[in-house]
């Protein structure tokens, strides 16, 4: 089961960050995220890692989290850096080393990338690791619902997001108990190229997607046979409140962000 | 009035598009307020077909439904905030990442006001006694807990009817005990349409409807049906082996072994005073 739940996951501990107000950290999110490309200077990336250290620090979600968050990018961000370390020639050298060359340009380019990046990913895991998905979801649909006046499925799209959420583990299972009852007839997962596993995995996705098609099929059934009519009228039984906490969250994102920003 | 009953059905026929010839055809019957109703015959018979019909999830070809005195093909809203189904299998009917978010859904989509929302939710959770489960992913829960969750989401809309099509089919003996224990908590409090392959969750059905090729061959009570040999074998039922016995020794219906055994004493003790005089 830990197997389907991958990193990046909800963290359920009690903090300050965990009861802020799921719209409010969806937005200091989205402001940290875009006010970080247009952070160009080193003390702006250290206002900004400054803040989120802090933020990591208060959420009382175990390092070891983010570490695991921040592994799967860490061959990006290291592509990125010597990327730029080598490539990119402006300013003086600071070594040179047959056709090699290290310029302080491409140096300092390759740190500040690197930076945004690792940023980028803390800023987004801190967001899954202290805001239940469900709560997410609602929030998000609050914050779409502006646009519902021009069609946009606000409450479908978090709808989809609680329906996902719910069967993850349930597929998985399903996955599990078919590849089992697939490697007892014989089929072979492990060895092989690439294609070979591959190919090896139609026998999986076969099964599994039809069952998702019947249990879709059976879920609307259920949910029409509860009285589901779509968002019209529908009373959320979770309620958001946004307090003055949330305010003076959002106040002091903004604060951090034009402070790097500017700086 | 037909309106007073909790369900009545007079001459409903429906076919499904491109299937062989009626799925139900005029089936007539009604349950009143507070009767448990049975619903049992071979797969393909139409038990799914009319507990769908009666929902609004299909609507009929021609003859008359209501249920709870609404007409479900044209007003189903009204219907479904006073009928409530439980399907068969507990995963594929529960929507919500968390049992109590599930247990709302229902309550959401009236539109109750949250804090009512809540009361009733807590209730409805007590009531099948999954108390403390409130915060527990359906995923980690077994087939009867499931089954109880996405009753508990029933009850907690406060329907006057409960439809359950084959709700024990799924899930092992203990989950079928849960559940099976629960639904007869509700007895005369709701009317309840159970359909199943299993008689023996019937024996104190107040009468039984069986169904075979889409016509409703008998509407009895469940002494009457089960002691009738013929009826079940042209029907394919099979009776549990305490029931079957109790026929088989032309003794009267028996649910128990300890019925049974009473039986059998009774006969014995009417057979020796006959051979002692």
Redesign the interface.
């Known amino acids: 089961?830990t197997a389907v739940r991958g990193v990046g996951q909800f963290y359920p501990v009690a903090s300050p960050l965990h009861a802020l107000d799921p719209r409010a950290k969806v937005v200091a999110t989205a402001l940290l995220v875009v006010g970080l490309f247009f952070v160009d200077s080193a003390a702006g990336f250290v206002v900004a890692g400054s803040a989120t250290a802090l933020l990591v620090g208060a959420s009382r979600v175990p390092l070891r989290a983010f570490l695991g968050l921040l592994r799967p990018v860490a061959f990006i961000v290291a592509l990125t850096f010597f990327f730029q370390v080598f490539f990119l020639r402006e300013g003086p050298t600071l070594f040179g080393w047959g056709f090699v060359e290290v310029h302080e340009g491409g140096l300092e380019m390759g740190l500040l990338l690197a930076a945004r990046l690792l940023i980028l990913v803390t800023t987004a895991g801190l967001l899954t690791a202290t805001t239940a998905?469900?709560a997410l979801a609602d929030g998000i649909e609050d914050l779409l619902s502006p646009l519902k006046r021009l069609r946009f499925p606000a409450h479908e799209v978090a709808m989809m997001m609680?329906?996902a959420?719910?069967f993850i583990?349930?597929l998985g299972?399903e996955a599990q108990k078919i590849s089992r009852a697939q490697a007892a007839r014989g089929a072979d997962f492990t060895s092989g190229g690439l294609l070979a596993r591959a190919r090896a995995l139609v026998p999986i996705l076969v099964p599994l997607t039809i069952g998702a098609f019947?249990?879709a099929d059976?879920?609307a059934?259920?949910?029409?046979?509860?009285?589901?009519?779509g968002g019209h009228?529908?009373?959320?039984?979770?309620?958001l409140r946004f307090r003055a906490r949330d305010a003076l969250a959002l106040l002091l994102t903004i604060l951090v962000v034009l402070a790097a920003v500017l700086l | 009035m037909a309106d007073t009953a909790s369900i009545s059905c007079k001459d409903l026929t429906y076919s499904y598009t491109g299937g062989f010839g009626p799925a139900l055809s005029g089936v007539s019957f009604e349950a009143g307020q507070g009767e448990y109703l049975g619903v049992v015959g071979p797969n393909g018979g139409g038990k799914s077909t009319l507990v769908?019909l009666l929902?609004g999830?299909l609507a009929a070809d021609s003859g008359r439904v209501r249920v709870a005195g609404f007409d479900p093909a044209t007003e189903p809203?009204e219907v479904?905030?006073r009928a409530?189904?439980l399907?068969q299998?507990p995963?594929?009917?529960?929507?919500?990442?968390?049992v109590?978010?599930d247990v709302?859904?229902?309550?959401?989509?009236?539109?109750?006001?949250?804090a009512e929302?809540?009361g009733r939710?807590g209730e409805a959770i007590r009531a099948v006694g999954l108390s403390g489960y409130e915060r527990r992913?359906?995923?980690t829960l077994s087939g009867g807990e499931k089954q109880r969750v996405?009753l508990a989401?029933?009850l907690a809309?406060g329907p006057e009817v409960l439809l359950l099509d084959e709700p024990t089919a799924m899930l092992d003996p203990p989950g079928r005990r849960e559940v099976l224990e629960r639904v007869r908590g509700l007895r005369r409090s709701r009317t309840v349409l159970h359909v199943t392959h299993h008689l023996e969750e019937l024996f104190d059905a107040d009468r039984v409807l069986v169904l075979n090729g889409g016509r409703l061959v008998a509407d009895a009570p469940p002494e009457e049906l089960f002691s009738d040999a013929d009826l079940l074998r042209e029907n394919r039922l099979v009776l549990p082996t305490v029931p079957r016995l109790a026929v088989d020794l032309g003794l009267p219906f028996c649910r128990t072994p300890e019925e049974l055994a009473d039986a059998v004493e009774k006969r014995s003790r009417d057979n020796s005073g006959v051979e002692a005089r």
């Open positions: 089961m998905p469900v609680t329906i959420l719910r583990p349930t299972e019947r249990r059976e879920l059934e259920a949910m029409e046979s509860r009285g589901y009519r009228g529908r009373v959320r039984y979770r309620e | 769908r929902n999830l809203f479904r905030r409530g189904v399907f299998n995963d594929n009917g529960l929507v919500a990442p968390f109590e978010d709302a859904f229902g309550l959401e989509n009236l539109g109750v006001e949250r929302m809540r939710v992913e359906p995923h996405a989401g029933l809309v």
